[in-house]
């Protein structure tokens, strides 16, 4: 089985990536948070610096793209294949309101007529291998066997599939049933994404689909940094490995000038997951998460280690 990292907004960002790829389990693919397509003729520097390939050393880096306009997929493709990428993931899976409002990310799948559209002007010109992040539909699981159909007729280079509908966000279980039909289906090869939060978790996907070749963690893996490790080499958690990791990601924030301010909203955005790995320090991360000073939120951090020492 292979393992990717789960793209996800303003968390898994290079920062993260190359903290967690120092500190823990390598994965066999990264994804970067979205990339939305603009007319300016390069990338933003916050852009740039996402996938310039020396921020990412050593990690098999996949961009993805956020658009329902195949002209800024293709001028998007064609700007990082600048940079050496010739994998391109596109994102149908995104459930926040303010991007399924615009008809992108699973939005889109709403439009299957479009969607199809969109995915026949890609792939007849693009140059690069293309594979699809989806949910199974934005309402109702039933018609996700039409977009199987619309996806089925493209050569992707991999369908990563997360079994929720639009509407359920994280909420409700993944719906195994619908993915069950997708293996049966055949066609593109497939990775399972979805609620695996612990070891138990992913020996039971890998049980039920064994000839699914691939699994995307997410949310897992950012509460428990150390779970890749836990489920393909039987690691137990490490606290001084998670500190370290901690450690790499909080200055590597600070030594681009943020600010505390801004540095600690990253942190305390990191915490609101990896906080889980800390039970019993309940009074420990409030201090965290009430922290408004640099000084105040590393001692607040070293309570919080070294009750778990």
């Known amino acids: 089985m292979k393992y990717y990292l789960a793209p996800l907004e303003g968390i898994t960002t290079r920062i993260y990536r190359k903290a967690y790829h120092a500190c823990f389990a390598p994965m066999d693919k990264y994804f970067t948070p979205f990339l939305s397509p603009h007319t300016k003729k ?7 610096a996402e996938i310039l390939p020396e921020n990412n050393e050593g990690m098999y880096l996949v ?13 998007t493709e064609e700007k990082l294949a600048y940079y050496g990428y010739d994998e391109i993931n596109l994102n149908l899976g995104c459930p926040s309101k303010t991007v399924v409002s615009k008809g992108r990310g699973s939005g889109f799948l709403a439009d299957p007529e479009g969607l199809d559209r969109f995915l026949d002007e890609v792939f007849s010109k693009t140059k690069a291998r ?10 109702d699981p039933e018609e996700f066997e039409c977009l199987l159909k619309i996806y089925g007729q493209y050569p992707l280079e991999e369908l990563i599939i997360h079994p929720r509908v639009q509407k359920d966000f994280y909420r ?7 993915f069950e039909a997708a293996v049966e289906a055949g066609g593109s090869p497939l990775c399972y994404n979805g609620d695996i939060c612990s070891k138990e978790d992913a020996e039971a996907v890998e049980r039920r689909f064994p000839s699914v ?16 490790g836990e489920i393909t080499r039987g690691e137990k958690r490490d606290y001084s490995r998670l500190r370290r990791f901690h450690n790499l990601v909080y200055e590597e924030y600070r030594s681009l000038g943020m600010g505390d301010r801004n540095v600690l909203f990253k942190m305390k955005e990191l915490w609101c ?8 320090s309940g009074k420990q991360l409030k201090r965290i998460k009430k922290a408004e000073k640099a000084d105040r939120y590393e001692e607040a951090v070293d309570a919080c280690f070294a009750g778990d020492a």
């Open 213 to 228: 070749p691939a699994c995307m963690i997410g949310r897992g893996i950012i509460a428990d940094p150390g779970l890749l």
């Open 172 to 178: 409700n279980r993944p719906n195994l049933e619908v």
């Open 42 to 48: 390069g990338f933003t520097a916050k852009e740039l």
């Open 63 to 75: 961009p993805q793209i956020l658009t329902n306009r195949s002209e800024d997929f293709l001028r």
């Open 130 to 139: 293309i594979s699809i992040k989806t949910r199974i539909e934005r309402d």
């Open 273 to 280: 997951y990896m906080g889980n790995s800390f039970p019993g």
